[in-house]
């Protein structure tokens, strides 16, 4: 989800022949105004800031882990996992990435060409339901898909056991399902 879901589409982006479709969870299309700083602060950070500093652990991205899941067990959990970037200050060239691939993937949205399938919760307050929406409005690809799930937070449908169990099992049949009628 989120910033899996960039990569995929910026790759798609740039070259469009790559994918023969992809499935993108939450992803993060446009900044969700809850996670990131005030613009002009993104500002001053990619252009004085982040060359001077790239590599310090010290962005001012706000720690999404207690909005990933609503299972505050399974929040914990997560933040026991060493490979899982939630709880972790971002490095400053980490978050300049992320700024501007999301700033590159939402200028060019009337761009994806790729086939692909969008779910996302609309009680997401990591990444808006309203920019996957935005994403399917504005894609030229003929081939689309949205659902938009009324229950779950910004990861639950791939990684919401047990709380969101059903919610995850609906997720991964509707995955299955796109990509077994394009295979």
């Not at 994403?135 to 938009?148: C, R």
Request: with cysteine; aromatic share 8%.
């Amino acid at each position: 989800e989120s910033m899996g879901g960039a990569i995929a589409l910026s790759l798609a982006l740039k070259h469009p022949n790559l994918y023969d479709g992809i499935v993108l969870s939450a992803p993060a299309v446009n900044g969700a105004k809850e996670v990131l700083p005030h613009p002009a602060v993104v500002w001053f950070l990619m252009t004085f800031v982040v060359p001077i500093f790239a590599t310090l652990p010290q962005a001012p991205f706000e720690d999404v882990s207690d909005k990933c899941h609503e299972d505050k067990a399974l929040v914990a959990r997560t933040r026991l996992n060493p490979f899982s970037p939630q709880g972790k200050k971002l490095r400053f060239s980490t978050g300049a990435a992320l700024v501007t691939a999301v700033r590159y993937i939402s200028g060019h949205l009337s761009d994806v060409t790729t086939p692909f399938l969008v779910f996302h919760s609309e009680k997401d307050t990591v990444t808006s339901s309203a920019s996957s929406q935005l994403l399917y409005e504005q894609a030229s690809s003929p081939d689309k898909t949205i659902t938009l799930w009324k229950e779950g937070w910004h990861a639950d449908a791939l990684l919401g056991a047990p709380l969101h169990k059903p919610l995850m099992q609906k997720a991964y049949a509707l995955a299955g399902d796109w990509v077994r009628q394009r295979s």
